[in-house]
């Protein structure tokens, strides 16, 4: 990942974002990055610039305990795609919104979230495939003119081959009706891409015969997977963030969840599911506790050595084992947080007395505040002291202050009490007995309509 310029502006979100929750931004990551370097060179240089490219997916497990990297380290991946030219896709799993084993809901997350790397001047994306198929049509028609473009659509587009027709038939579908500024039509193709409701009636008026449902999501997921790298992207790289939430589910959930994952996993390893990159971020409880009990995905997910430069193929990214040792890491990462704060700030510190000061606050952290997210603990604090230090003058920080300064900071990110984790759902949700399908139809191709 290359380190972009930052302007004061960025500079003054990078640094309300971490000093008010300790949260990653979500631009800008590269100008505080420090540690992951090995995974994300791994991850560039044999999936983003090898395997992807030739066709191939892959599938990852990110694991990290509560507030110790796993959204940064996604959002790393996240900007290094863009870079690659990957459509991007960023989803947080929730019990209610886009809990895993419902695959309905995973396709619209995923279909709300997509986006092209940002235009000139932007922060983030358009997100969504209908805004992307747009983008993507803007630029062919800079590029080849209008009459040719129609041509591309009728000839080209109408033929990709994908798992299923309805969804190649509404991507051409509306695409022409962008072309031709047919706003109703538009509209309809659009709520029907997402994954909306619609009455069937409605999407038939356009040419699509098959609805978005719980029963064919995941082909329609593929057939998205299928296409993109067709009309422009070099593929398709999902994150899915698991938000460190701890929840229940029924053994029937669990075991869809758990079937879903494990399918996922394999499909990666077929050509239909082209230049796809998965990366599926949980806490250690995740692998510990409860993979186990799944024997088809324990297998999956074991491997003899973690993800290195020696073991690239390695199933599980483990963000608890980086490049740095924990305390000479927080130093660095306080370092970097110091040039931002001074472009946010428009000031000039003592780079010199505010690195011994990140070294004493790093060891202070490590020693007594693991337990509660040391990482995050740590940047909230840097924060926290930099602004005082400007309001008091620059001093050396004792052992003592710096204590109470932690201990104050790590109380307030303390996470509450759980019963433990257990997945992605809600306890007692009223869907449990119901069969709600999943990916179990992943060999199965909806050619016809």
Same mark, same amino acid.
């Given at each position: 990942?290359?380190?972009?310029?930052?302007?004061?502006?960025?500079?003054?979100?990078?640094?309300?974002?971490?000093?008010?929750?300790?949260?990653?931004?979500?631009?800008? =990551?590269?100008?505080?990055?420090?540690? #992951?370097?090995?995974?994300?060179?791994? =991850?560039?240089?044999?999936?983003? +610039?090898?395997?992807?490219?030739?066709?191939?997916?892959?599938?990852?497990?990110?694991?990290?305990?509560?507030?110790?990297?796993?959204?940064?380290?996604?959002?790393?991946?996240? +900007?290094?795609?863009?870079?690659?030219?990957?459509?991007?896709?960023?989803?947080?799993?929730?019990?209610? @919104?886009?809990?895993?084993?419902?695959?309905?809901?995973?396709?619209?997350?995923?279909?709300?979230?997509?986006?092209?790397?940002?235009?000139?001047?932007?922060?983030? *994306?358009?997100?969504?495939?209908?805004?992307?198929? +747009?983008?993507?049509?803007?630029?062919?028609?800079?590029?080849?003119?209008?009459?040719?473009?129609?041509?591309?659509? /009728?000839? /080209?587009?109408?033929?990709?081959?994908?798992?299923?027709?309805?969804?190649? @038939? &509404?991507?051409?579908?509306?695409?022409?009706?962008?072309?031709?500024?047919?706003?109703?039509?538009?509209?309809?193709?659009?709520?029907?891409?997402?994954?909306?409701?619609?009455?069937?009636?409605?999407?038939?008026?356009?040419?699509?015969?098959?609805?978005?449902?719980?029963? #064919?999501?995941?082909?329609?997921?593929?057939?998205?997977?299928?296409?993109?790298?067709?009309?422009?992207?070099?593929?398709?790289?999902?994150?899915?963030?698991?938000?460190?939430?701890?929840?229940?589910?029924?053994?029937?959930?669990?075991?869809?969840?758990?079937?879903?994952?494990?399918? =996922?996993?394999? =499909?990666?390893?077929?050509?239909?599911?082209?230049?796809?990159?998965?990366?599926? &971020?949980?806490? !250690?409880?995740?692998?510990?506790?409860?993979?186990?009990?799944?024997?088809?995905?324990?297998?999956?997910?074991?491997?003899?050595?973690?993800?290195?430069?020696?073991?690239?193929?390695? *199933?599980?990214?483990?963000?608890?084992?980086?490049?740095?040792? *924990?305390?000479?890491?927080?130093? +660095?990462?306080?370092?970097?947080?110091?040039?931002?704060?001074?472009?946010?700030?428009?000031?000039?510190?003592?780079?010199?007395?505010?690195?011994?000061?990140?070294?004493?606050?790093?060891?202070?952290?490590?020693?007594?505040?693991? @337990?509660?997210?040391?990482?995050?603990?740590?940047?909230?604090?840097?924060?926290?002291?930099?602004?005082?230090?400007?309001?008091?003058?620059?001093?050396?920080?004792?052992?003592?202050?710096?204590?109470?300064? &932690?201990?104050?900071? &790590?109380?307030?990110?303390?996470?509450?009490?759980?019963?433990?984790?257990?997945?992605?759902?809600?306890?007692?949700? !009223?869907?449990? /007995?119901?069969?709600?399908?999943?990916?179990?139809?992943?060999?199965?191709?909806?050619?016809?309509?």
């Amino acid at each position: 990942m290359s380190q972009i310029q930052i302007d004061r502006p960025m500079a003054m979100r990078i640094l309300e974002s971490l000093g008010a929750s300790g949260k990653p931004p979500d631009r800008g =990551l590269s100008t505080i990055n420090v540690g #992951n370097e090995t995974y994300l060179r791994i =991850l560039k240089r044999e999936y983003l +610039e090898g395997l992807l490219p030739a066709g191939g997916a892959t599938f990852r497990i990110v694991q990290a305990g509560f507030g110790a990297g796993k959204t940064h380290f996604l959002y790393c991946v996240r +900007e290094m795609a863009w870079e690659q030219g990957y459509a991007v896709a960023d989803v947080v799993l929730s019990s209610r @919104e886009c809990p895993f084993d419902k695959s309905l809901l995973v396709y619209r997350s995923v279909a709300a979230k997509v986006g092209l790397p940002p235009r000139e001047g932007e922060m983030l *994306p358009r997100e969504g495939l209908p805004f992307l198929l +747009e983008d993507l049509l803007s630029a062919k028609l800079k590029e080849l003119g209008e009459r040719s473009v129609r041509l591309w659509l /009728e000839e /080209e587009v109408r033929r990709l081959p994908c798992d299923n027709a309805a969804f190649r @038939e &509404a991507i051409s579908a509306f695409l022409l009706a962008c072309l031709d500024r047919e706003e109703d039509r538009r509209r309809i193709l659009a709520a029907w891409l997402l994954g909306q409701e619609l009455p069937p009636s409605k999407h038939r008026e356009v040419g699509v015969y098959e609805s978005i449902s719980e029963a #064919n999501a995941f082909p329609m997921l593929r057939s998205l997977t299928q296409v993109l790298p067709k009309l422009g992207p070099r593929g398709t790289v999902i994150l899915f963030d698991e938000g460190d939430r701890v929840m229940s589910l029924s053994a029937s959930r669990s075991q869809r969840l758990m079937d879903n994952l494990r399918q =996922l996993i394999d =499909l990666c390893g077929q050509a239909r599911f082209p230049s796809v990159m998965v990366l599926y &971020a949980v806490p !250690p409880e995740f692998l510990r506790n409860i993979v186990p009990d799944y024997p088809a995905l324990h297998q999956r997910l074991s491997s003899v050595s973690p993800l290195s430069e020696r073991s690239p193929q390695a *199933p599980v990214i483990d963000l608890e084992n980086l490049d740095l040792p *924990p305390a000479e890491l927080l130093t +660095e990462i306080g370092k970097k947080i110091l040039g931002v704060f001074e472009l946010a700030r428009d000031v000039q510190m003592d780079r010199n007395l505010q690195a011994k000061n990140a070294a004493t606050l790093a060891g202070v952290v490590t020693r007594h505040h693991f @337990e509660v997210s040391h990482r995050r603990v740590f940047v909230k604090a840097w924060v926290d002291l930099l602004y005082g230090q400007v309001a008091d003058g620059e001093h050396a920080i004792g052992d003592a202050s710096l204590e109470g300064l &932690a201990g104050r900071t &790590a109380a307030t990110l303390a996470a509450p009490e759980d019963p433990g984790f257990d997945d992605l759902g809600g306890a007692g949700d !009223p869907e449990d /007995e119901e069969d709600l399908g999943g990916f179990e139809d992943l060999d199965v191709v909806d050619d016809e309509v």
